[in-house]
């Protein structure tokens, strides 16, 4: 079953973007974690963590082996049924099966079994912190998306807004309203509108190349993103950073596999030490063996009977007798399925090892364990570093982006007012062009200031959110 979910995981990790489409943030994440190696590499380190895990149960059974040899010998040798030597040709088998457990053996293999069933649960919690970086990944980027491309209709916007002006200074100039330099200042505020759309088309093109590396679909892939209705509904973060933190290292996977990973740093230590103590093991082993040389015909030893050996004084009517045993007959073949049943050799046995010196292989092997202890917790100060600052920093640039954004907003609405003033008096004549150009321009920066922050804010909060053990969901 484990074997059939790898072959759904992987084949399905084929999945890539073939036609124009447009994708959601939750499908260009399924995507990249479907096609991400690291997950991946992940998935493979959990099952070879489950693999060592059940190779450690396995050390509590007990070994059983069978073996046999069959070999022609010439010559002189010596039959191992009848311990007498034979000379000619024979054929000998000698199967056997043989067991052997270890009863204590300083509870090496069962700290090793916990360290294992540690290394397991670690694993799981790597592969799901591979998953999550993907998913911070693709929703920075996807987010990055969505700002550039609305940045890039703003740069549009106000290309055509200046294309619309400069059609009515031509037509003011054409009836001589207006002198032509107005009309050439005009034109060049068209060309650099045009440059700003090239640079803002170029930065939305760039960003979503950066989402599909992040996807790992080829660039050739062409797809959109759907844009969602994106608003700030509350500008407050209620918790701080370091609530944020506290509920991040229950609900993040990377600072529970490094405290999982100290606990089987300590059990590896624990089987390192059990090796300076004895060890004791019980064995078992069943031995026969067939020679060709006993193939003859099978005898017995027959009860006694009285022999005649001569007589008294040569009177046949006192003889002398002896009791003498008698070899009956029993078969005319000794087979070898008879030979391995009355050749069987049974032993049952216990082992003690007391280790005395073994060139500080264990004393090494210890000091290694206590070294790969110290740099596991280690790990964990820097994964909780690491955290804590990447929490702090997201905290401060919400709060960053959120008060932005207010200033954006006031920005916005003062700039459109004095906009439409402008645009009022420019219209009636009683504003210069400059004046015009100037509020217009001040309008399109505001507005821009303002996706920037809005955005920034949406996707920091959501992080933090996302730290605290919730879902990212556009």
Known sequence: MRRLVLFVFFTGSLVQVTAQEKLSMQECVRIALDNNLTVRRSVYNVESNRIGLLSSKGSFLPSLTFSTSASQNYGRNLNPVTYQYYQGVTKTINPSIMSQITLFNGLKNQYTFRQNRKNVEAADLDLQKAKNDVIISVVTNYTNVILNKELM???????????????????????????????????????????????????????????KQSMQVPASNQFEVIIPDLSIEDMTIPQSPEEIYKTSTESLPQVKSALLKVESAELALKAARASFLPRLSASFAAISNYNSASDGARYTIGPAVPITIGYVNGNNSQPVTTMMQQQIKTADHYNPREQITDNLYKNLGLSLSIPILNGLQTRTSVQQAVISRELANITVKETENTLRQSIETAYNNAVAAAKTYVAAVKQVNSNEEAFRMTNQRYEAGSATYIEYQVSSNDLFSAKSSLSRAKYNFILTKKILEFYQGKTIEY
């Open 153 to 211: 209709e703003n740069a549009r916007f106000q290309l055509n807004s200046s294309n619309q002006t400069l059609d009515k200074i031509s037509k003011q100039v054409d009836a001589g309203a207006l002198s032509k330099n107005n009309q050439l200042s005009q034109e060049a505020v068209v060309a650099t509108n045009e440059s700003n759309l090239v640079t803002q088309e170029n930065a939305y093109n760039l960003s979503l190349l950066t989402l």
